[in-house]
């Protein structure tokens, strides 16, 4: 059974202009995105910038409450639910952010910027055999920074004392106070430095585990994702295009803009050295989107009727579905 | 993709790759900050040379010393902040640029030696238009008229296949998405005819279809032109797409370096290997394993080991790498490592 379902999610922000500060028009920044996560695998969202992926894992936390569409948590919807609805969601849900320096409080101490967590969700206790024992929060909090691997002493310090790498784990350490269930890792390493990025891709494969974790892991660079998640959503302007598993990933993606993107992908090793494929042109503004296919205005093979209607994502085999009308 | 004018210097030089005299030297180049907390090293004697029609690939971590590099070769960093130790050269026609004057810098800067900056969306003047910016350049120096330049720079626009250059040459940063406003900075670079191109972190910023757009762009004008150039990334999948000869800095020190082939082969220093395995590889199937990672963190130009940089976190430490730091060797044709203990090339090289 899937864990979270998202049926037709839409996000569209509106843009106001004029003399009388009027909504002109709408960023089509989610339109219309369905899919389902099943309990304790990883699902990876990749695109480029624009695509609307960081809007998507915004709507799923709710911070953004979407425009259209819903999605179910464990059975439950929470696409438009209040406040207090949703505050034992976003204990079970939490988020990781792109940007460890901005995310991280610069007055709070890390000691502070977990015991708020933990208080607020009550979370200051142990399960032992079923049972739950009460803890103290500082107990909880120096178990936290040594499971992300920080020394004790790290508790006491300021964000800015840290290095990129560290404020991440801080980051890691503060969604996992609430003891929760699933994580959306917004661009997790997309910030930091290679080494530094395998130290942290690393904790969270060992953090999943550990807490038998289910995540959404959204990011722009697909040789990450395939190494990490289990399945893979390809968006392009708000659209999911294709649905993948990562093992076929190489092997049976269709959609040409996943095969764009994985043939511009820089290589491995020099021997593999080879043409990239060079996609013309742009993405489009989000503000008016084409009618047909979003994908047409670049793509090497469109047709006629790919510019007037929009292609239905469709299932081509087990766990894979596609946006295309010319493929499979 | 209009041309003519920028093939007929390619015959004229007419090189191979890599052969014949460098273009540029540089010997033990030193930059040092002045700071509030005392003078750092940000670059300790660096040496490489840079030949035409090669694209030479500086990679290393942030804070490596890669755009200091650059930027000391291009003299863009304040002289009040910053200076070069003694025996620094950067020579360049015979010149060193380390001791060249302003007005001596000047004529090199964009005509001879040009940069492509990281950031395309800050690198650009907000409030002048394209064609102003690429007119600047050509203005300052060539001797052509107002029409011929806006003519090249029509051709310089096309030549980094912008589309509708023409409308584009009237427009300003803004009205440009990113990639297409690296373009205007590569267009911009290209405009001179320079021998060097110094690109620091061209694709970054970019998407990576846009990536492949601009490397492939480069790639092209590297040998249409013969120039010769500086490819500076942390993304070694950039550096196998385009790179002949490699150089890898960590902490300031060139650790090594090596034709490209050899340094994804047979990397001979600890922390070049340790790099290369670090990043996740696509299509290998190595889903779900554990990445092999470099514990710890690059050291703080202020408090630097007495011995080799890397030693805290190199699996191959003993004793001496901690007291004493080992010099830059020769190991091999155009190949150099810095370790006490290079790891062993495969025997079939």
Redo the contacts between chains.
């Keep these: 059974m899937s864990l979270l379902q998202v049926d037709g999610l839409e996000m569209h922000f509106p843009v106001r202009g004029g003399v009388l500060n009027r909504v002109v028009s709408h960023v089509h920044a989610v339109n219309g995105v369905s899919f389902e996560v099943r309990r304790g695998e990883t699902l990876g969202v990749v695109g480029e910038s624009g695509c609307g992926k960081s809007t998507l894992g915004k709507c799923l936390v709710r911070l953004h409450e979407p425009t259209g569409g819903s999605f179910r948590y464990d059975g439950v919807e929470y696409a438009h639910s209040n406040h207090g609805e949703l505050m034992d969601y976003r204990s079970r849900v939490q988020m990781i952010f792109q940007d460890p320096y901005s995310s991280l409080n610069p007055r709070l101490t890390i000691r502070d910027c977990l015991r708020e967590v933990i208080l607020f969700h009550g979370t200051n206790y142990v399960e032992r055999k079923g049972v739950r024992e009460p803890i103290g929060a500082d107990e909880l909090i120096l178990e936290l920074v040594e499971k992300v691997g920080l020394r004790a002493d790290a508790v006491d310090k300021y964000p800015h004392e840290f290095s990129g790498g560290q404020r991440q784990r801080i980051g890691i350490a503060r969604a996992l106070a609430c003891k929760p269930e699933f994580l959306i890792a917004d661009e997790p390493v997309s910030a930091l430095d290679v080494s530094i990025q395998a130290q942290v891709l690393n904790l969270l494969m060992d953090l999943k585990d550990e807490f038998g974790l289910t995540l959404i892991f959204i990011s722009h660079d697909l040789k990450v994702i395939e190494h990490f998640c289990d399945r893979v959503l390809v968006m392009y302007l708000g659209n999911v295009v294709e649905e993948i598993p990562c093992e076929e990933l190489h092997a049976s993606a269709q959609h040409p803009y996943t095969r764009a993107l994985l043939g511009a992908n820089p290589i491995n090793h020099p021997s593999e050295k080879r043409e990239l494929t060079v996609l013309e042109g742009d993405v489009p503004s989000p503000f008016d989107l084409p009618k047909g296919c979003a994908f047409a205005g670049r793509c090497p093979i469109a047709e006629p009727r790919c510019r007037e209607s929009r292609p239905p994502l469709e299932r081509k085999s087990s766990g894979h579905r596609a946006a295309c009308f010319l493929v499979g | 993709m209009n041309s003519s004018h920028l093939t007929t210097r390619a015959a004229r030089e007419g090189s191979a790759p890599g052969s014949g005299k460098p273009v540029l030297e540089v010997e033990h180049l030193s930059t040092c900050f002045k700071t509030d907390q005392g003078v750092v090293t940000a670059i300790d004697d660096v040496s490489f040379e840079l030949y035409a029609g090669e694209t030479l690939g500086i990679v290393g971590?942030?804070g490596s010393g890669k755009t200091v590099t650059s930027k000391s070769i291009m003299r863009l960093l304040s002289e009040h902040l910053s200076f070069q130790k003694e025996g620094s050269v950067v020579r360049f026609e015979g010149k060193n640029l380390v001791t060249a004057t302003e007005d001596e810098m000047r004529n090199v800067r964009g005509a001879r030696i040009a940069m492509i900056f990281q950031e395309p969306m800050t690198s650009l003047n907000p409030v002048f238009t394209i064609g102003w910016q690429l007119d600047e350049a050509l203005k300052y120096h060539t001797k052509l008229n107002r029409a011929e330049r806006k003519q090249r720079a029509i051709e310089m626009l096309e030549l980094v296949e912008m589309?509708n250059a023409k409308r584009r040459f009237d427009e300003y940063p803004h009205q440009l998405?990113g990639?297409?406003r690296q373009r205007v900075m590569i267009a911009m670079a290209l405009c001179c005819e320079p021998d060097i191109l110094i690109a620091d972190e061209p694709t970054t910023a970019l998407?990576?279809?846009?990536?492949?757009?601009i490397?492939?762009l480069m790639d092209e004008l590297k040998s249409k032109l013969n120039t010769a150039i500086m490819l500076i990334t942390?993304?070694?999948?950039?550096v196998?797409?385009t790179c002949d000869r490699v150089l890898v800095m960590y902490a300031g020190r060139v650790v090594e370096s090596a034709p490209?082939?050899q340094l994804?082969d047979a990397p001979r220093h600890p922390y070049t290997k340790?790099?290369l395995s670090?990043?996740?590889?696509?299509?290998?199937?190595?889903?779900?394993?554990?990445?092999?990672?470099?514990?710890g963190?690059v050291p703080s130009l202020f408090h630097l080991p007495p011995g080799c940089r890397f030693a805290a976190r190199c699996a191959y430490r003993d004793a001496h790498c901690d007291a004493v730091e080992p010099e830059l060797t020769d190991a091999g044709p155009r190949r150099e490592v810095r370790c006490h203990y290079p790891l062993e090339a495969p025997e079939a090289n």
């Design positions: 971590e942030s589309p998405s990639g297409m998407d990576v279809t846009i990536q492949a757009q490397l492939r942390h993304d070694l999948g950039v196998a797409q490209i082939a994804f340790a790099l670090s990043i996740p590889k696509s299509g290998r199937r190595e889903h779900g394993k554990r990445l092999p990672t470099i514990e963190l």
